[in-house]
């Protein structure tokens, strides 16, 4: 688990959650932002002071080690040593879209890979990236992509022997 940012880098310590590794080494290898993100702002959202962005940034770099366990807000504050509600406002400040918006569209799209480049079942995926219950995970997927988990495979499955029968 991520239990403190130094600098852009996430520090983890062994705790009863999955390590950084174990989620197909994608979710927390952000060490800073991408320029595409950093230039998604748009202009209203850009006056902000150097502590929002900090705090929202730091903030990402927590959900995106953590895509594994659905982090509380109070979670994240306490862990960036600010208020629950500065969390929340500057998060939403910076990046356009409240802290749970954000990270459960990062976990579905983590799911996404995973159910496009791994057998595991559906099931397995829900719990790695922080799902007990499947016909939750399969909701909130189907949510966020707008088709459901097991199509979205047999879709992608389709489309990957297309391309290698070409």
């Known amino acids: 688990m991520c239990t403190e940012i130094k600098g852009s880098r996430c520090v983890e310590q062994a705790g009863p959650y999955p390590s950084e590794s174990s989620l197909a080494g994608t979710a927390c290898s952000v060490s800073n ?3 595409a993100e950093q230039n998604s702002y748009s202009s209203e959202q850009k006056s902000f002071s150097a ?3 900090e705090v929202a940034d730091k903030t990402y770099q927590l959900i995106m080690c953590n895509l594994e366990r659905h982090l509380t807000i109070v979670e994240m504050a306490r862990n960036l040593h ?3 509600t500065q969390v929340k406002v500057c998060f939403r400040k910076v990046y356009g879209v409240p802290v749970f918006t954000f990270a459960r569209k ?3 799209e983590m799911a996404a890979k995973l159910l496009a480049e791994t057998d595991e079942s559906i099931l397995e995926i829900a719990g790695r990236i922080g799902y007990e219950n499947g016909s939750k995970f ?3 997927f189907r949510d966020v992509m707008g088709i459901s988990p097991g199509r ?3 879709i992608m499955l389709m ?3 297309e391309s290698e029968a070409v």
């Open 33 to 35: 932002l991408s320029d």
């Open 51 to 53: 502590e929002q962005k």
């Open 82 to 84: 600010v208020s629950p």
């Open 106 to 108: 990062r976990r579905m």
């Open 138 to 140: 399969a909701r909130a």
């Open 152 to 154: 979205y495979r047999r």
């Open 159 to 161: 489309q990957k022997e």
